[in-house]
């Protein structure tokens, strides 16, 4: 699978930004997928994650409350609406998936996926 990320943008802090992760190739229904980002200077660290059928997510404590990961198969796109956004969450944010055996289960680490997007850069002023 290949994947296609989009939306990055400059922002003031305290608004919103829409990511969007375009997939590629046949049975996106089967991979669980997740957002990861790297700010300037630091490790690359995980923000969102969605299970293979939607029903379950996870997201990263820094973002609790202001990050939201969805997905629309029929689509082949996983987003990653943010709000409230801060000059720490400045950063390139990845896409990625995994193949899942698993309909409810989401993956937090980064050796977890096996297919990365190209990023996308966020840049949140003060």
């Known amino acids: 699978v290949q994947l296609q990320a989009s939306g990055g943008g400059l922002v003031q802090a305290g608004g919103s930004l829409r990511l969007s992760c375009a997939a590629s190739?046949?049975?996106?229904?089967?991979?669980?997928m997740g957002w990861f980002r790297q700010a300037p200077g630091k490790e690359r660290e995980f923000v969102a994650a969605i299970s293979r059928n939607g029903g379950s997510r996870k997201n990263a404590d820094s973002v609790k409350g202001r990050f939201t990961i969805s997905r629309d198969t029929a689509m082949n796109t996983v987003w990653l609406l943010m709000n409230s956004l801060k000059p720490e969450d400045t950063a390139v944010y990845s896409c990625a998936a995994t193949p899942s055996n698993y309909g409810n289960t989401w993956y937090d680490r980064e050796y977890e996926y096996d297919y990365w997007g190209q990023g996308t850069l966020v840049t949140v002023s003060s």
């Open positions: 190739g046949r049975d996106f229904s089967n991979y669980a």
